[in-house]
């Protein structure tokens, strides 16, 4: 019999709150029958099992007087408890009836009649027998108090009864026709299944009515409490499960009656053409497969899932790149030619080499060949080669800007663990294009950033290289792409910059500034009908003569390329334009008055500022080589008292540095021929400056234009007007050859330079890059020795001072 058996109520037959009298002692010992884990209540009937040995024993010693003591066990554990593992309080009950089991124990029915507290044992063996005092009930006066917690106790039981699968409804009936209170606690006390035995205990042994029936209270109270908590509880977890299951149910309903009504939802459309998308995209066998495996668990997605997208754009993904389309027929070397012509004037070296490289690919289609690689300044038509090169092939073309890249991943994609991945910069361009032959001209791969974020150098590097480029893997793709079919076309500003594994791979076709003729060319024949048509101007509203173009060119605009020309030009056109707008109806000549009247005042005069800072001896005008193109570098020298001190600033670099002190040595050690005092430099500190000081500097081909700088300075004659020169310098005063020849001389022609000193070793680069178009206007001086140098430099006699100073003042008149 479980512990906790509900002992029921005494149907009949005994009269409610009879008491047998106060401090009785009972009449000679009976029997004392341990039980274990239960409580027997006065009133109550219990059915217990009997199975120990010295209780069978002693259920079977009953004769006609059928009375026990029911007590409960201290220890429930105790097999053979003694008087003293009992508790002191039990209950007098009748053994009504015995059924043997088969198992030889006894179904015992017991009925309670009163508390008793147990007294002296006679006999321990083989059952135990103990004297006991009957502990009277004396039920207490009805106060308003009482008679309000008697109905509190009836109501709350009836709740639990009520909210309870297990209690059965009589039990409230019962409870209510219950007058006394004393009765009543017992009754619930019995009846419910939560209290403990200490509990059952605790209340048999609580003689005081008032006090029990206050604690069955307190434990219907908690009971309730804890009854509600569990239903909040319970009905929380229903509605959720509820909710969802409906939810699924909905769903599953509505896809079955579309099914039947031969409808699609949105979704199921949705996946229905990715997947037709993934079957005619052409990728390899592998990739569809991995692509259909996303999609069949995609379908089997709630659409309202977070990750549900994720996934259905990465399906996206695989569906819609260019796995199999091209767009190319083949290379048609004369129609590229023509077409780099029509877009294109001059650059005859550079269209040679590009057509070379295209024939190569037309009669090897699967060349795993060299990087096209465009380096030269701004604006001398990189991109736009690159974009002729695409039209001529009949491909589409894109632009992949690389200036300050960082991150690896921008190049090679995210994985798609990480939140808002996408694939890096190749593949986008890649879905851009719809085609897998497009022509990608990456800019600017001399600027490549690279740090912590890894080295996008290295990504670039497996993207190109011909060997691996057919398995490119995207880091969100994870999957081969095969990049061999691309026309990859790099452009840069300068090759230090770019990392040597990379330049391996390049084919570099070098592109120099234009001269001035070539720039009034590029601007007569594209850059004026082109500004023209952007800026809506009537073809024949304007007339713009070459004098004014190479105007502009000049003394508007300081660069290599053509670029700022374009923006004069579409500057001007934009002024008329609005003239045109304001009721202009005849022709404008654009004259110089009228680039006066648009652009403002001459902006750019290098002639001028030569012809002005040369005046002072000890300045000296070299020329450079920058990623721009080429440029012009003044030199300042200047002396003061001192001790043979000697200051080198502007930015300069260790190598300019070394230039300028072997400079300084050759001028001391050949002092007495250059007519100056041996010691010259015992009461002088010398200052070298190389202005434009924010701009840093460095090389050994200042070399001439310093030792000619101290030269000047110290012999106090200024060096002749508008010359340039370039050169490094020995020890001995020998001239050796420098690099960017091209560059520098087309940057001393924009400057209006008439004479330029360049080493005699040089003579041949001359004479290779440059065409005689470009060399027209200045003369070329070839130095051997810085003795050549100086020869040119500066004035011999008065007469040629005197002419120096006439040019000069020419130049500058020229300029007001
Ligand atoms: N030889 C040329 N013939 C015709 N147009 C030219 C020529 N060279 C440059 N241009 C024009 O000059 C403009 C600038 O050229 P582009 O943008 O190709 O320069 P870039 O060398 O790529 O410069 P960056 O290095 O700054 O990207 C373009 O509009 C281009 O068409």
Known sequence: MPSDFVSVIKPTGVKTGEVVGQGEVGRGAIPVLPVRDTVLFPHA??????????????????????????????????????????????????????????????????????????????????????????????????????????????????????????????????????????????????????????????????????????????????????????????????????????????????????????????TQKDIAELKEKIENAGMPEETQKDALKELARLSRMNPAAADYSLTRNYVEWLAVLPWAKTSSGEVDILKAKAFLDEDHYGLKKVKDRILDYLSVRRLKPDMKGPILCFVGPPGVGKTSLGKSIARALDRKFSRISLGGMHDEAEIRGHRRTYIGALPGQIIQH??????????????????????????????????????????????????????????????????????????????????????????????????????????????????????????????????????????????????????????????????????????????VRVDTEIAERTKRAGVVVGLAWTPAGGDILFIEANKMKGKGGFNITGQIGDVMKESMQAALTWVRSNAIGLGLDEDFTKDLDLHIHVPAGAIPKDGPSAGVTMATALVSLLTDKPVRPLLAMTGEITLSGDVLPVGGIKEKFLAAKRAGVRDVILPVDCKQQVDEDLTPDQTEGITIHYARRIEDVLAVALPKNLVEEVQDEEVREEVLQAAV
Do not use: W
């Open 45 to 266: 009937v219990l059915p217990l099992t009997v199975g120990r040995e010295s209780s069978i024993q002693l259920i079977q010693s009953l004769g006609e007087e059928k009375t026990i003591l029911v007590v409960a066990q201290q220890d429930a554990r105790l097999d053979t408890p003694e008087g003293t593992d009992l508790h002191s309080v039990g209950t007098r009950a009748t053994v009504h009836k015995v059924v043997k089991m088969p198992n030889q124990s006894l179904f015992v029915f017991t009925e309670g009649n009163e508390r008793v507290r147990l007294g002296e044992f006679t006999q321990l063996m083989p059952f135990m027998t103990a004297e006991y005092e009957i502990l009277s009930e004396v039920e207490p006066e009805k106060t308003p108090e009482l008679e309000a917690l008697q109905r509190n106790v009836v109501s709350q039981f009836q709740q639990i009864v009520t909210s309870s699968p297990t209690l059965s409804d009589d039990l409230q009936t019962i409870a209510i026709n219950i007058d006394e209170p004393g009765r009543l606690a017992d009754f619930i006390a019995s009846s419910l299944p939560f209290l403990t035995t200490t509990d059952k205990q605790e209340l048999l042994e609580t003689s005081s009515v008032s006090a029990r029936l206050e604690r069955v209270n307190k434990h219907l109270a908690k009971e309730l409490e804890v009854q509600q908590l569990r239903n909040k509880i319970q009905s929380e977890v229903q509605d959720s499960v509820q909710q969802s299951q409906r939810d699924y149910y909905l769903r599953e309903q509505m896809k079955a009656i579309q099914k039947e009504l031969g409808d699609l939802d949105d």
């Open 430 to 603: 890649l879905k851009r294009v719809e085609v897998k032959d497009p022509v990608f001209m990456l800019d600017e791969i001399d600027k490549l950033g690279r740090d912590f974020r890894g080295d996008p150098a290295s990504a670039l590097l497996e993207t190109l290289d011909p060997e691996q480029n057919n398995t490119f893997r995207d880091n969100y793709l994870d999957q081969p792409f095969d990049l061999s079919k691309v026309l990859f076309i790099c452009t840069a500003n300068q090759l230090d910059t770019i990392p040597g594994p990379l330049l391996d791979r390049m084919e570099i076709i070098e592109l120099t500034g234009y001269t001035e003729e070539e720039k009034v060319a590029i601007a007569q024949k594209y850059l004026i009908p082109r500004q023209i048509k952007e800026n809506g101007v009537p073809d024949d509203m304007m007339e713009f003569p070459q004098e004014s173009v190479a105007l502009v060119a000049r003394h508007y605009t300081r660069e290599a390329g053509v670029r700022k020309l374009e923006q004069q030009i579409g500057t001007v056109c934009r002024k008329l334009a609005r003239k045109i707008a304001e009721g202009r109806t005849e022709k404008l000549v654009i004259t110089p008055e009228i680039i006066h009247e648009f652009l403002g005042g001459i902006k």
